[in-house]
């Protein structure tokens, strides 16, 4: 069953343990469960276009799926560099992301945490390390 919910997204990025960008802002979405896999569903404007995010969490991965105005499959395992194009208007940006530590907590109803501390390196440039918190609840009516 979709449960609607209120989500929280803040991404920190660090270069050379000082924080040089946040990224935070509040939504809504949808979070359900099929079989051993949860997902966070929930849109998000980026650049004036509407940008649809599907966060797949499983036992051992997390994959962040992202399309519209941009287009994006970038999956995190701990202790493992991941790879993934990132495709926007503008061209094409090569990921490669080495995930830290990967948490993951939920009452399966009510509430949940993701945390994701991971480097992310672009084009191959000198990685920076992101530490990537989304937190939601359970829409109160």
């Known amino acids: ?8 997204v803040q991404n920190k990025i660090f270069q050379n343990q000082t924080e040089e960008e ?7 979405g949808e979070f359900f469960k099929k079989q051993h896999t949860f997902y966070l569903v929930y849109d998000e ?14 036992e051992k991965e997390t994959t962040l799926i992202r399309s519209g105005g ?6 995190f395992k701990q202790g493992q560099k991941t790879y993934a194009n990132y495709e926007t208007p503008y ?10 530590s990967l948490i993951w907590h939920t009452d399966e ?6 945390s994701i ?11 920076r390390l992101h530490s990537l ?7 109160e009516h």
Request: glycine share 4%.
């Open 22 to 28: 946040r990224i935070e802002f509040y939504t809504t």
């Open 133 to 139: 918190s989304i937190q939601f609840k359970k829409e």
């Open 91 to 100: 061209g094409t940006l090569k990921l490669a992301a080495e995930t830290k």
């Open 70 to 75: 941009i287009r994006l499959r970038q999956r």
């Open 109 to 114: 109803e009510k509430h949940g945490t993701l």
């Open 45 to 58: 404007i980026q650049d004036d276009e509407t940008v649809k995010t599907l966060i797949k969490i499983s």
């Open 117 to 127: 501390e991971y480097l992310l390196e672009i084009n191959g440039d000198t990685p």
């Open 1 to 8: 069953m979709r449960v609607p919910v209120q989500i929280y």
